[in-house]
Structure formats: structure tokens, C-alpha cells
């Protein structure tokens, strides 16, 4: 996400905050001083754009249909073939390479409490 808010945000700064679409109906609603509505995920994402007070974080955001990213940077990808067959897989992105790493045994843990 890029933002731009001159005298409010400070210039080429940057977050590791993991955040979604969902948290913009919070943020906005924090901007324009309203309650947002009840029975959202969403987070206002302000005490991090404006670097004041303390920002509430997400254990992990849902990406498209069938996607979850956790802050601990493991993602699994869930795929429903048909009723009685599912396919999923398991990544730990990491943040010196470009692309995610295929985890295909040892992590069963991590699979079920995703």
C-alpha cells in the first residue's frame, strides 16, 4: 500500500504491518471521527500511517477467496477441487527472496492451527 499525506505522514517511510482491504471502512471511520460498523475484522491502520499511539495488528489477513497470511509469514493456500477432495498448501515467505518457499512436511502444527 502506498500513501501519500503530506505534513502528516512522513515522506519515504515504510511498515512490516500486515494489513487488508478490509482495515480501510476502520481507518476512514477513524478520519472522519464515526463508529465503524459492528462485526468487522477491519483495523484503522492511523497509529501506524501517522507513526503515533499504539497500533492494533492482525494475527493473520485473508488474501482473495482462498488465501491466509499470518504475521509470522507462513500463508496457506486452500484449494476445494470438489466435495470430497481439497488441496493446501503451505509457504513461509521470507524477506530475502522474492518468492515463497514450497513447506511440504514437518509443519502439520502450524497447518492446523491456521
Not at 42 to 51: N, Q
Not at 62 to 85: Q, R
Request: charged share 15%; net charge neutral.
Amino acid at each position: 500500500m502506498i500513501v501519500r499525506w503530506p505534513g502528516k505522514i512522513k515522506a519515504n517511510s515504510s511498515s512490516e504491518l500486515l494489513c487488508a482491504n478490509y482495515d480501510f471502512m476502520a481507518t476512514f471511520s477513524e478520519l472522519m471521527e464515526t463508529e465503524a460498523p459492528q462485526g468487522k475484522d477491519g483495523i484503522s491502520l492511523l497509529p501506524t500511517l501517522l507513526a503515533s499511539g499504539k497500533q492494533i495488528e492482525h494475527e493473520s489477513v485473508f488474501v482473495g477467496n482462498n488465501a491466509l497470511i499470518t504475521k509470522d509469514s507462513w500463508k496457506l493456500v486452500h484449494h476445494e477441487k470438489n466435495i470430497t477432495c481439497s488441496i493446501s498448501r503451505m509457504t513461509q515467505v521470507s524477506a530475502t527472496i522474492n518468492a515463497a518457499q514450497p513447506l511440504t512436511n514437518g509443519h502439520s502444527v502450524i497447518v492446523n492451527t491456521i
